[in-house]
């Protein structure tokens, strides 16, 4: 069975550009996240999907911060503009279902703004 | 979610078994105890997770409290592959898997 599917794999971009990132879930898995982690920290819960729908968004910094989920399947994380504490690993995730059920996870994206 | 309290760090020797620790003393009744581990540079790792019953697997055994505040996760044989940080996690319905600082494990020759 084929895993989460991240790109790329690092990126370094200067502060205040903008930066995509792209996850492939598992198929068949309904449920997806993202999470951002900070050297150092466990990893911090961005954004939660539910199909295509968003289901927890409380913690993404919303003035800089985006993410969608098209046709329920592939999703795209974007930063702009990006700020030197934006330096970080993105991770995304995905499960069968919200509870339950194991999350598997990606390698990540690690991003660095100089 | 319930918060979780992990030491941050446990050394175990080599072929023993390791035993990490985990409170969740505000866990409610319908929450699952999920245990992960990461190793440098790689994405967390799903190893168990449990509800009210002792639970075993290929990798681990978890070990719940009757009254479910803590719960114990079990590497019965740790090798140097091991030596990761692991996160116990408390997880209700829709909600988020919610990551503290974990526990640090360094396997010792």
């Known amino acids: 069975e084929a895993g989460v599917a991240q790109s790329p794999r690092y990126k370094i971009i200067e502060k205040r550009q903008s930066v995509a990132f792209w996850c492939n879930p598992i198929?068949?898995?309904?449920?997806l996240y993202w999470y951002q982690q900070i050297l150092g920290q466990g990893p911090k819960l961005l954004i939660q999907?539910?199909?295509?729908?968003?289901?927890?968004d409380s913690q993404l910094p919303k003035d800089r911060f985006s993410a969608e989920r098209l046709k329920g399947v592939d999703s795209t994380l974007k930063i702009q503009p990006a700020k030197l504490e934006d330096s970080a690993v993105y991770l995304c995730a995905s499960s069968l279902e919200a509870s339950g059920t194991e999350a598997f996870f990606g390698q990540g994206t690690r991003l660095t703004v100089v | 979610d319930a918060k979780t309290t992990q030491p941050p760090s446990m050394d175990c020797a080599e072929g023993r078994a390791a035993n990490l620790p985990c409170n969740h003393s505000?866990?409610?009744?319908?929450?699952?105890v999920y245990w992960y581990r990461q190793i440098h540079s790689q994405g967390p790792q799903y190893i168990i997770h449990g509800l009210k019953n002792n639970e075993t697997n290929e990798m681990a055994s978890l070990i719940i409290t009757e009254d479910r505040k803590s719960s114990t996760l079990i590497l019965p044989h740790a090798t140097l592959r091991d030596t990761a940080v692991y996160y116990c996690i408390g997880q209700t319905g829709a909600n988020n898997l919610f990551f503290g600082t974990g526990t640090r494990l360094t396997v010792i020759p």
């Open positions: 505000t866990i409610s009744g319908n929450e699952y």
């Open positions: 198929s068949g898995h309904a449920t």
């Open positions: 999907f539910q199909n295509n729908g968003v289901v927890d």
